[in-house]
């Protein structure tokens, strides 16, 4: 190993005897979070946090499962295992949220109560916890206080069991053990609350009747959640029979906040970064950006491992060269040419020499930096943004209503607009406001064809603030004005 003012290391002939983590098979779509919102350290989640670097104060993590219950035949319960601290004078709204039967999988909201058909528990430092389901009036406070005798600025496990026509939360006590913490009856026309002494704390309108499934959702807000495992348990109650369904564990991933190159000894490394799995040959290199959440490497067998910060990059290289080597980093995996390896091989041998200079080996970086950019770019592995503009795509889908500008959507996932935009259009080759206004006018059809409303009412009804600009885009995209395309149908 070789390291030069915090701004290199190189390693070099690992090898390992663990085995591969239980994470590929024939099942595995990905991992379930964005990277951006997040941190692996020490094989915990860390929502809202990047370890060294900036805060997220909104971040989501959806185990990706919907799932329906059936009363007395089929229950599913959620298990987490958690922390929430404050980094700040704790705030009621400073907590970590944990939702039942929510509609989409994407995206979260700096109001949980904007979707009234949504379930939510805050867990915080306070002892106390605050239930919102979608009574707007009831931000930032709830709509119901529930007093515990301890906070949950501890690691701690929850139990959350969707029986159908109620839902329980309890807190998992030693040798599995579940305390009661508050049940929800949704089994009528109000919602119905009770404590752990099956005392009725709380009755309102049930906004969720009707509603037969939905996601569960880990939610933080402002506040910082830690998440070290969750499951989600299927339960047969006829037979007894249990059955893990969903489970995720963060101990077999990592991030950095440097540049890696990395070459496996190996020929077939199955490996995941960010939400994309990938097999990697020892003929190509794997390029690993700041903050990108991968498979921990001590599971492989590696030739090499090269790692570099930013600062190099900016201190060596010209602004031309550092979009080459970005734009290279962001295609991850690289071909190899057959007359190239010897090249890379002799550069890389005299790295392991640690009697070289610290410009010495900023030199052979730079030889190797400039000998990738040269590489082929390994199209077919290339992991692509697919995941996450089908997020945006389901953020756009339960929210075109309240979406007056793309600002609304790039705050939301803590993008850029110019980088939301060439995402968007990469992913779908649409632009992004073509596609919005496509999914109101939709609405606005079906609105026409179905109901009695005013042109003025479905054009609000369809997430227009002006009845001449709907107008103007219902045309452009049917070919009609509204009255005329009511009354052709």
Request: net charge negative; aromatic share 14%.
């Amino acid at each position: 190993m070789l390291e030069s003012n915090g701004l290199l290391k190189y390693e070099n002939d690992q090898k390992t005897s663990l085995a591969m983590p239980p994470i590929y098979n024939a099942n595995y779509e990905g991992v379930n979070w964005f990277n951006r919102f997040c941190a692996i350290i020490n094989g915990e989640l860390h929502l809202s946090c990047k370890e060294g670097s900036y805060i997220h104060h909104i971040a989501v993590y959806t185990p990706d499962l919907y799932y329906e219950p059936v009363f007395n035949k089929v229950h599913y319960e959620l298990l987490v295992e958690f922390s929430a601290v404050n980094y700040d004078e704790p705030r009621i709204w400073m907590a970590c949220f944990i939702g039942t039967r929510i509609t989409t999988k994407s995206g979260g909201d700096s109001n949980p109560n904007r979707f009234t058909n949504d379930l939510y528990a805050s867990f915080s430092e306070k002892p106390a916890i605050y239930i919102y389901h979608g009574i707007k009036e009831g931000w930032p406070y709830g709509s119901l206080k529930i007093p515990v005798t301890e906070s949950f600025s501890k690691m701690t496990k929850i139990s959350v069991i969707d029986e159908g026509d109620f839902i329980t939360f309890s807190r998992v006590l030693e040798n599995d053990v579940r305390e009661l913490i508050f049940k929800v009856d949704l089994s009528g026309e109000f919602l119905l609350i009770y404590d752990n002494n099956q005392k009725l704390i709380y009755e309102a309108d049930n906004n969720l009747q009707g509603k037969k499934g939905g996601y569960f959702r880990i939610f933080n807000h402002f506040a910082h959640t830690v998440v070290s495992s969750v499951c989600i348990i299927k339960h047969e109650v006829e037979s007894g029979a249990k059955e893990c369904v969903f489970e995720d564990s963060f101990k077999y991933f990592k991030y950095s906040s440097n540049y890696m190159i990395v070459q496996f000894a190996s020929q077939d490394n199955p490996f995941v970064i960010n939400n994309t799995i990938t097999n990697i040959t020892k003929e190509q290199l794997l390029l690993i950006s700041p903050y990108e959440v991968y498979t921990d490497l001590k599971y492989y067998n590696i030739k090499f491992i090269l790692q570099f910060n930013a600062e190099y990059l900016n201190t060596y290289f010209s602004d031309t060269l550092i979009q080459s080597f970005t734009d290279k980093f962001n295609s991850k995996i690289i071909n190899i040419p057959s007359h190239k390896l010897m090249q890379l091989q002799e550069i890389t041998n005299k790295l392991k020499d640690t009697k070289h200079l610290q410009s010495t080996q900023f030199l052979r970086l730079g030889e190797i930096l400039c000998l990738i950019n040269e590489f082929e770019i390994t199209k077919e592995n290339i992991p692509s943004n697919d995941n996450e503009v089908s997020h945006i795509i389901d953020y756009i889908t339960a929210n075109f209503k309240y979406i007056d500008n793309i600002d609304v959507i790039a705050k939301h996932f803590y993008i850029s607009k110019s980088h939301l935009c060439r995402m968007f259009k990469k992913g779908t080759n649409k632009t992004i406001i073509s596609y919005i206004n496509q999914i109101k006018v939709s609405h606005a059809c079906k609105l026409l064809s179905e109901t009695e409303l005013s042109v003025t009412e479905i054009c609000t009804e369809s997430g227009f603030n002006y009845c001449s600009y709907f107008a103007s885009v219902f045309k452009d995209i049917t070919g009609k004005t509204p009255s005329d395309y009511r009354n052709r149908t």
